[in-house]
Structures are given as structure tokens and as C-alpha cells.
């Protein structure tokens, strides 16, 4: 299998690490460590130096109650480390749901379209949709994520019943309606979206059955990164929940990242790039060994 985007076909028979680089002052993650830009290029450089194969570059948080950024500031944050982002010869992703933000970055040469709303934001009203922005390039890649609600009130009322019927449901329409309007299907990436309006159980659920999502025919992006149901399990209290800092995920973390691959993920979403590197490592040796 392979991921086709707008400079790149990725080569998916080994899993792919996708390092994340969050370019806002309000990252539930990193606390806006890489806010400048600077800082946020400088992290870039560094992700690859760790041995990520692509970049997910960012300039609006999407943590539960975040507000929302205006469009001429998140182009502010993130084109400058796109222009740098895409001379380092590797797939750059842009975390974005806003089809003016998309345009500039495909104009830029941005391989990937990485949107939490699965292109169904309809809040450009002036402008095109995501949708058409997409089907429109002639092919850059596309994650179509699965999120119950908005940012503001996905963690109110989280999702009910039987949450991998419904998620697999919704990727599945989601990605038919992209096809009919002309994108190829090696374009499409899929991702169940955990934490994105799902409870503690719910987000493991998707974890334990990831592979009934593979029938549908697309790579898994996963994006387990330092997630708070992984301190909701490994923490004996809801103050120390709340408390765990960004070293303390890393563990949890990786071992999420591993998992999901186990289960069938193409690529993993992550912070911490080295020591997901590392254990892949360990992994595909035990396969290539068996």
C-alpha cells in the first residue's frame, strides 16, 4: 500500500512516523514551546534529526474548549514554517480545517491535508469548502478524521452506543462522497480521531478493534500522542490526571503508537519521535526474526 500526496508517493509497507509540530501558544501538548517561528523550525530540523519520515505542522489547537483562530492568524503562524518545512525533502502535513489555510499551503507545495472535520467545516462562507479545495489539487493527501461535535463541546456529551460501527460509518460516507467528486483512494487517509468526543473506554475500544476499520481499504493514521485517556489509566487520580506533565505521556505514548501499529496503523501521529522510532525498530526486527 502507499499514500499517494502532492510531491510524494509513500511507501506504507513499514509504518511511518508522523511528527507533530504545533505552531500555537496554547497546545495542550507542548504549551506553546514551539510557538515562534523560530522555535517551531528549529523543531522541524530536530524531528527529522529523530528520524520522523513525515511533518504535521499546526497553528491552532484543537484541545477540548479551545477557541478558535482567526484565519489571517493561523496563516501567520504556519506558512513561514511551511515554506521551510517543505524544502527538507520529506511529506509536510498541514493541521488544518480552514479551506482558505489549505489553499495557501497547497500553493506552497504541502503534500497532506490533515482535518479534523473531515472537510466538513462550512464556516468559510465567502470562500470554497474543503472539499473543493481537495478535489480540486490533482493529488495531494487527505486524513479524514472522525470528531463527535466541535472542539468547544466534544468532551460535554461524548459519543453513545457502539462507537467503531459508528466512527467506521461515518469514514466510510465521508470517503465515498470524497471519491465521487474525482479524488483517487490512494489519496485518503483515515483516522478514528481518538479523544475527539469519545470517552476513556470508547478511545481504547477503537484501540482493541482498529483493524476492523482496515476492510475500507485506506492507511490508518493513529494519533495516540500524549493523550489524556492515557493518563486516565495509568494515574490512580484525577489530580495527578490533570497534573502529568509531558515526560510522564511519553511512555504511554509510545506504547499507544506501538499498539496501533500491532493493530494495523500505517502511520503514527507523535511528540516523541526518537523513542517511537526506537520501539518500532524493536518491533519490525521481531517481525522480520518470526
Same mark, same amino acid.
Given at each position: 500500500?502507499?499514500?499517494?500526496?502532492?510531491?510524494?508517493?509513500?511507501?506504507?509497507?513499514?509504518?511511518?512516523?508522523?511528527? +507533530?509540530?504545533?505552531?500555537?501558544?496554547?497546545?495542550?501538548?507542548?504549551?506553546?514551546?514551539?510557538?515562534?517561528?523560530?522555535?517551531?523550525?528549529?523543531?522541524?530540523?530536530?524531528? *527529522?534529526?529523530?528520524?520522523?519520515? %513525515?511533518?504535521?505542522?499546526? =497553528?491552532?489547537?484543537?484541545?477540548?474548549? #479551545?477557541?478558535?483562530? !482567526?484565519?489571517?492568524?493561523? %496563516? #501567520?503562524?504556519?506558512?513561514?514554517?511551511?515554506?521551510?518545512?517543505?524544502?527538507?525533502?520529506?511529506?509536510?502535513? *498541514?493541521?488544518?480545517?480552514?479551506?482558505? @489555510?489549505?489553499?495557501?499551503?497547497?500553493?506552497?507545495?504541502?503534500?497532506? +491535508?490533515?482535518?479534523?472535520?473531515?472537510?466538513?467545516?462550512?464556516?468559510?462562507?465567502?470562500?470554497?469548502?474543503?472539499?473543493?479545495?481537495? $478535489?480540486? !489539487?490533482?493529488?495531494?493527501? +487527505?486524513?479524514?478524521? !472522525?470528531?463527535?461535535?466541535?472542539?468547544?463541546?466534544?468532551?460535554?456529551?461524548?459519543?453513545?452506543?457502539?462507537?467503531? &460501527?459508528? @466512527?467506521?460509518?461515518?469514514?466510510?460516507?465521508?470517503?465515498?462522497?470524497?471519491?465521487? *467528486?474525482?479524488?483517487?483512494?490512494?489519496?485518503?487517509?483515515?483516522?478514528?480521531? +481518538?479523544?475527539? =468526543?469519545?470517552?476513556?473506554?470508547?478511545?481504547? #475500544?477503537? *484501540?482493541?478493534?482498529? $483493524?476492523?476499520?482496515?476492510?475500507?481499504?485506506?492507511?490508518?493514521?493513529?494519533?495516540?500522542?500524549?493523550?489524556?485517556?492515557?493518563?486516565?489509566?495509568?494515574?490512580?487520580?484525577?489530580? &495527578?490526571?490533570?497534573?502529568?506533565? &509531558?515526560?510522564?505521556?511519553?511512555?504511554?505514548?509510545? @506504547?499507544?503508537?506501538?499498539? #496501533?501499529?500491532?493493530?494495523?496503523?500505517?502511520?503514527?501521529?507523535? !511528540?516523541?519521535?526518537?523513542?517511537?522510532?526506537?520501539?518500532?525498530?524493536?518491533?519490525? &526486527?521481531?517481525? %522480520?526474526?518470526?
Amino acid at each position: 500500500m502507499y499514500w499517494q500526496t502532492s510531491r510524494f508517493q509513500i511507501d506504507l509497507s513499514r509504518p511511518k512516523v508522523m511528527g +507533530i509540530v504545533n505552531v500555537t501558544p496554547d497546545s495542550f501538548s507542548d504549551g506553546g514551546q514551539y510557538a515562534s517561528r523560530d522555535a517551531a523550525i528549529a523543531h522541524c530540523d530536530q524531528l *527529522l534529526k529523530d528520524g520522523a519520515d %513525515l511533518l504535521d505542522i499546526g =497553528g491552532e489547537s484543537s484541545r477540548p474548549g #479551545a477557541p478558535v483562530v !482567526h484565519v489571517d492568524e493561523e %496563516l #501567520a503562524r504556519v506558512l513561514p514554517v511551511l515554506r521551510h518545512a517543505v524544502t527538507l525533502g520529506v511529506p509536510v502535513s *498541514l493541521d488544518t480545517y480552514k479551506p482558505a @489555510v489549505m489553499q495557501a499551503a497547497l500553493d506552497l507545495g504541502v503534500d497532506i +491535508i490533515n482535518d479534523i472535520w473531515a472537510l466538513r467545516w462550512q464556516g468559510d462562507v465567502d470562500g470554497k469548502t474543503g472539499t473543493q479545495v481537495v $478535489s480540486m !489539487h490533482p493529488s495531494c493527501g +487527505i486524513c479524514l478524521m !472522525h470528531m463527535h461535535r466541535e472542539p468547544q463541546t466534544m468532551q460535554v456529551n461524548p459519543m453513545d452506543g457502539d462507537v467503531v &460501527a459508528q @466512527v467506521k460509518a461515518f469514514l466510510s460516507a465521508l470517503a465515498v462522497q470524497i471519491e465521487g *467528486l474525482g479524488v483517487d483512494s490512494k489519496r485518503i487517509s483515515i483516522d478514528p480521531g +481518538i479523544g475527539f =468526543g469519545k470517552t476513556v473506554q470508547q478511545n481504547f #475500544a477503537l *484501540l482493541a478493534r482498529q $483493524s476492523e476499520f482496515l476492510p475500507l481499504g485506506f492507511p490508518i493514521l493513529a494519533g495516540w500522542s500524549r493523550k489524556s485517556s492515557l493518563a486516565a489509566v495509568t494515574q490512580t487520580s484525577l489530580a &495527578a490526571v490533570a497534573s502529568m506533565d &509531558a515526560q510522564e505521556r511519553m511512555v504511554p505514548s509510545v @506504547v499507544a503508537a506501538l499498539l #496501533a501499529v500491532q493493530n494495523g496503523a500505517s502511520i503514527v501521529r507523535v !511528540h516523541d519521535v526518537k523513542q517511537t522510532v526506537q520501539a518500532l525498530k524493536v518491533f519490525t &526486527a521481531m517481525q %522480520l526474526a518470526d
